[in-house]
């Protein structure tokens, strides 16, 4: 018994809650947009009915700049989903809009000097065609 290798593991698909289109639809176009507040201006993620800071449920899909600094993270030996082979990282990104994202350096591999650099958000087209939003170091260190 032998694994088929040639056959890409499917990535799992965004689980689509009530306000999840319009992020999943903008990384699609690579252009990812968050929710920004129509009263007080503040971006949220994940997408939610109302503004954190505010409570207004007035917004509007408004793409990030793209850049960020690394928080934390941290990097998996395991194995949980086929699409994702271990060893693979996973880290929190702090936008430049204030929300915070988990993703992945792509490009380099994290280590102890990573808290705080400052990463780019670029898009990975993953073997089965999905898009994902990403994150490499900032001038590819
Ligand atoms: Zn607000």
Redesign the pocket.
Known sequence: MSANIETAAATPRPVMGLYDRGFWDSVRERRMALQK?A????FRYPPGPT?P????TEYAWTPVAGGGEIMSWTVFHRGYLPAYPPPYNVMVVRLDEGPFMVSNLTGSEPNGHSIGQRVRLCYETMPDGAILPRFELEGGQ
Do not use: F
Request: aromatic share 0%; with cysteine; charged share 10%.
């Open positions: 507040c009263h007080c201006g503040a503004c800071e505010c409570l207004s």
